[in-house]
């Protein structure tokens, strides 16, 4: 089924819906029919071209069995998978594990029929709200696109408990034709006092994959999330992360973003002494955008945030990152603080970067700053000097400048490093 | 070893080495002095293969081949090794990893099998040891945070460890305390042998008093104006250079 054939079939089948009963479905669908496919018009999306997006006709895969899972994701231990945004129990190796529970939100809904109030229905839940006091919709309608067209899954670490091993949150999505549209939609939820690591893939193939994750994290819980887009076989991928934290929580978000692909990331800082550091690492080459739009926002006293990026901009390509941080009224003694550094590879490459900050609270503490530069051609000299060649050399310098933020975290890291080196098999950098 | 002959060469249409003829031969030690801005820096960038130059005439003949057709780590790798006057700082690549790298580059050019990890720590420690070198020097990033001696140092520490033909030691004595231009020299001295050549870039006596070189030039506008022994520094530390320009 097609997607102008899947709206129509909402707007006119009342049936359509039955086991999606707590979606506000008028509501989504005026929001993404009205607001449409995001333009260059938004702020928000500027830097990320979606004319393809918009002219074509996508396809709604039915299930997963219509995909192909390729050898390297059945190999993931401890994994939650998604094939074609569908999740697969069977093929997931992460079995029931003490203090965590997977559900479809459905199912999670019949256990916890309060959870409704925190699902995303009303298309202003995520909207921007400009300082002209406008409450902008406009950059999020794909957020209610997704919403119309998946289930989705809701991940639950139950209170206090501690899990030890990495979950791997995966999602495949192979097509073996063009032209395919996946939604995948998480919900997480870490309970008072829980800590978990969770990293989740992303595999694409001949697809645009419009991903959908909110998290919940509840009072002293602690989430260490990242983020790795893996293959990107003629695919695009949207992804947006909408994180909530409560008193005294942690959020430690880590991202890898490339070419073809936007993170939309918003975090809300909503009760004291929550804190959330965000790293990323952005790398793009060819003509591809590979862009990042992050917002904190600090909506109670005593919360902090960080955010620190490295952007790597090789042939003709562009990476970009918005980095917003608001300072609600009442977020007194908050700090908070945005750093990125960008390097440029190649003389058609580029990068955009735009600290944002809307402090509407006395006594607190933002700093933010932004560097750009090329590889040092006296340092390139001074490694060749020592006998290193120079393309070994730039490779070096480059993985030195991504260090700072893939270091702190091994299996982030050790991906990073995997990607990266997949990056240099493309891209000459002996210019 | 080393045989500059009839070397001109410009930069964006300036002329910098004119028709410069030097021999460096095996085990020699060979200082050169110029005041500043006469192009002794730019030689040993020339040497070492850096980008930017234009050799308008003249060969640069190492151990029997003309390098000017060579990058700079075939040079390297052929035994020639530049000890920076302004050694540049990479943060994120720790010193010791830095070094293993090179190494194995050159060794790999050589036809040579990698180093075992355990004989390059073993080796990292004596000869840091030597230059009184802490521990810590191998872990942190390269020169980053170094202050201008332990970076000078670093250098030396560099040229013990990849042991060199031609070592081009560019004004290494500058910016460096008492003690550590000491250090440094012993270092210099103690690698000096009848196996390898030195080619010494200063401007002052103190270095040369360590290390005794055999032969010393004077360089200005890009070419040699002068040459002698160790008592030619004596006489431009009395005189200075505007007695021979």
């Not at chain 1, 929580?249 to 990331?265: A, C, F």
Request: aromatic letters at 8%.
């Amino acid at each position: 089924m097609f997607l102008k054939e899947y709206i129509n079939n909402i707007k006119t089948d009342n049936d359509f819906f039955k086991n999606k009963s707590w979606l506000n479905t008028e509501s989504l669908i005026e929001h993404f029919e009205e607001k449409k496919i995001p333009s260059s018009a938004s702020e928000e999306w500027k830097n990320f071209r979606t004319t393809e997006l918009s002219q074509i006709n996508w396809e709604i895969p039915k299930s997963n069995r219509e995909n192909i899972i390729n050898e390297e994701v059945k190999k993931i231990k401890n994994s939650i998978i998604l094939r074609n945004g569908f999740f697969d129990s069977e093929l997931s190796t992460f079995s029931d594990q003490d203090g965590i529970n997977v559900n479809s939100i459905e199912a999670y809904l019949q256990k916890n029929p309060d959870f409704i109030k925190s699902l995303y229905n009303n298309p202003s839940k995520y909207a921007e709200n400009r300082l002209s006091g406008l409450c902008d919709e406009k950059p999020t309608s794909l957020l209610s696109l997704n919403a119309l067209l998946n289930n989705g899954i809701v991940v639950e670490i139950e209170a206090k408990k501690k899990i030890s091993e990495t979950i791997n949150i995966v999602n495949a999505s192979y097509s073996n034709k063009e032209d395919l549209l996946i939604n995948p939609y998480i919900i997480l939820i870490c309970n008072d006092g829980s800590e978990v690591d969770i990293k989740e893939v992303y595999f694409n193939n001949n697809c645009w994959t419009n991903a959908f994750l909110e998290a919940y994290i509840e009072p002293s819980a602690n989430l260490s999330f990242s983020r790795v887009q893996k293959s990107m076989n003629n695919s695009i991928k949207t992804a947006s992360f909408n994180c909530h934290l409560k008193k005294d929580s942690k959020l430690n978000l880590k991202v890898y973003n490339r070419e073809r692909s936007k993170e939309d990331i918003r975090i809300f800082l909503k009760e004291e002494n929550a804190c959330a550091n965000v790293s990323g690492i952005v790398v793009s080459s060819a003509k591809e955008e590979s862009d990042i739009f992050c917002k904190i926002v600090h909506e109670a006293s005593l919360t902090n945030s960080d955010q620190k990026w490295r952007l790597l901009s090789a042939e003709k390509s562009k990476t970009s990152i918005n980095g917003k941080i608001r300072v609600n009224k009442g977020a007194k003694k908050s700090n908070a603080s945005f750093s990125s550094k960008s390097l440029i590879l190649d003389k058609g490459a580029s990068s955009f970067s735009k600290p944002e900050l809307e402090i509407l609270e006395d006594d607190v503490k933002c700093k933010h700053g932004a560097a750009f530069g090329e590889i040092d051609k006296n340092i390139v000299f001074f490694m060749q000097s020592r006998g290193i060649k120079k393309e070994d050399a730039i490779i070096m310098l480059v993985y030195a400048f991504i260090n700072e933020i893939s270091n702190t975290a091994k299996f982030f890291h050790d991906d990073v490093v995997k990607e990266v080196e997949k990056f240099f098999e493309k891209v000459n950098v002996n210019e | 070893m080393l045989e500059i002959k009839n070397l001109s060469v410009s930069v964006d249409g300036t002329d910098i080495i004119n028709d410069l003829n030097l021999k460096v031969t095996k085990g020699r030690k060979i200082a050169i002095m110029g005041p500043n801005g006469s192009g002794k820096s730019t030689l040993s960038n020339i040497i070492a293969g850096k980008d930017g130059y234009k050799v308008k005439q003249g060969e640069i003949i190492f151990n029997n081949q003309n390098i000017l057709e060579l990058d700079p780590e075939e040079r390297a790798a052929s035994g020639i090794y530049l000890a920076f006057q302004y050694p540049v700082e990479i943060p994120g690549i720790a010193n010791s990893s830095f070094l293993r790298t090179a190494l194995n580059s050159v060794r790999k050019y050589n036809g040579h099998k990698e180093l075992d990890t355990r004989a390059f720590l073993e080796e990292c420690k004596l000869v840091s040891e030597k230059l009184g070198l802490d521990k810590s020097f191998l872990s942190r990033d390269l020169n980053s945070g170094f202050s201008g001696g332990e970076k000078k140092k670093n250098e030396i520490f560099h040229m013990l460890m990849m042991k060199p033909k031609l070592c081009i030691l560019d004004e290494i004595d500058s910016g460096l305390d008492i003690d550590s231009l000491k250090i440094i020299a012993e270092g210099v001295a103690h690698y000096s042998s009848g196996e390898n050549a030195m080619l010494i870039i200063t401007h002052y006596q103190r270095l040369l008093d360590y290390i005794k070189p055999d032969e010393v030039h004077i360089f200005n506008k890009g070419t040699i104006i002068k040459s002698g022994d160790y008592g030619l520094v004596e006489t431009l530390e009395s005189k200075g250079y505007k007695e021979f320009i």
